[in-house]
C-alpha cells in the first residue's frame, strides 16, 4: 500500500481571488501560480532566485516566487502580472513598458515590470543609477535595460505631475 504524500494547508490571495488547498509543501509559489493555477505570466527562468524572471509582489514586496514555499506565505496578498491591470486598463508601468519598446524577447518583462511597480512604491527612484541598482535583480538577456530605465522614469515623472496637480 503506498502513503499519500503529506500535504500543509496554504490559503492565500492571488490577484484579488481567494486560494485555499493542501499542498504538498515542497511547492514553490512560482509552481503553484504556473503549474496549477495556469497564472504563466511569472516566468521561471533560472530556479534558483538569480534571474529576476519569476518576481511577484507578495504583499507589496517583490519576491522571487521561484525561492518562497507556497504554504510558508499563511494569507499572504499575491500580485501576478495578470493582476496588475484594473477594469480592463494596464497599470501604467505595463503602459510604459510598450511606450518606450522596454523588451525585446519578453521573457523577463513580467518580473521587470512588478519590481518596478515594487520599486516605485519604495520610493527608491531618486536617478537613473539608483533605478539601474535596485532593479539589478531582474536580468534581461536582450539587454533592453535603457528601454526599462526610460519606462520607470517616465512613470515617476507622471506620478509626480499627478501628486504636484493634486497639492495645487
Same mark, same amino acid.
Given at each position: 500500500?503506498?502513503?499519500?504524500?503529506?500535504?500543509?494547508?496554504?490559503? =492565500? &490571495? !492571488?490577484?484579488?481571488?481567494?486560494?485555499?488547498?493542501? =499542498?504538498?509543501?515542497?511547492?514553490?509559489?512560482?509552481?503553484? =501560480?504556473?503549474?496549477?493555477?495556469?497564472?504563466?505570466?511569472?516566468?521561471?527562468?533560472?530556479?534558483?532566485?538569480?534571474?529576476?524572471?519569476?518576481?511577484?509582489?507578495?504583499?507589496?514586496?517583490?519576491?522571487?516566487?521561484?525561492?518562497?514555499?507556497?504554504?510558508?506565505?499563511?494569507? *499572504? +496578498?499575491?500580485?501576478? !502580472?495578470?493582476?496588475?491591470?484594473?477594469?480592463?486598463?494596464?497599470?501604467?508601468? +505595463?503602459? *510604459?513598458?510598450?511606450?518606450?519598446? *522596454?523588451?525585446?524577447?519578453?521573457?523577463?518583462?513580467?518580473? &521587470?515590470? =512588478?519590481?518596478?511597480?515594487?520599486?516605485?512604491?519604495?520610493?527608491? !527612484?531618486?536617478?537613473?543609477?539608483?533605478?539601474?541598482?535596485?532593479?539589478?535583480?531582474?536580468?534581461?538577456?536582450?539587454?533592453?535595460?535603457?528601454?526599462?530605465?526610460?519606462?520607470?522614469?517616465?512613470?515617476?515623472?507622471?506620478?509626480?505631475?499627478?501628486?504636484?496637480?493634486?497639492?495645487?
Amino acid at each position: 500500500m503506498t502513503q499519500a504524500a503529506p500535504t500543509a494547508p496554504c490559503r =492565500l &490571495q !492571488i490577484n484579488g481571488e481567494d486560494y485555499d488547498a493542501d =499542498l504538498p509543501p515542497s511547492v514553490t509559489l512560482l509552481d503553484l =501560480l504556473r503549474e496549477r493555477l495556469g497564472l504563466t505570466g511569472t516566468k521561471k527562468g533560472c530556479d534558483h532566485g538569480q534571474c529576476g524572471a519569476c518576481t511577484v509582489l507578495v504583499d507589496g514586496r517583490r519576491v522571487k516566487s521561484c525561492l518562497m514555499l507556497a504554504v510558508s506565505l499563511p494569507d *499572504a +496578498q499575491v500580485t501576478t !502580472i495578470e493582476g496588475l491591470s484594473r477594469k480592463g486598463r494596464l497599470h501604467p508601468m +505595463q503602459q *510604459a513598458f510598450i511606450d518606450f519598446d *522596454a523588451f525585446q524577447c519578453g521573457y523577463c518583462t513580467p518580473g &521587470q515590470i =512588478l519590481s518596478a511597480v515594487a520599486l516605485l512604491e519604495e520610493g527608491h !527612484i531618486r536617478s537613473r543609477e539608483e533605478i539601474r541598482e535596485f532593479m539589478s535583480g531582474n536580468l534581461c538577456r536582450c539587454g533592453a535595460y535603457n528601454g526599462i530605465i526610460d519606462a520607470v522614469e517616465h512613470v515617476v515623472a507622471q506620478r509626480q505631475r499627478d501628486e504636484a496637480g493634486e497639492a495645487a
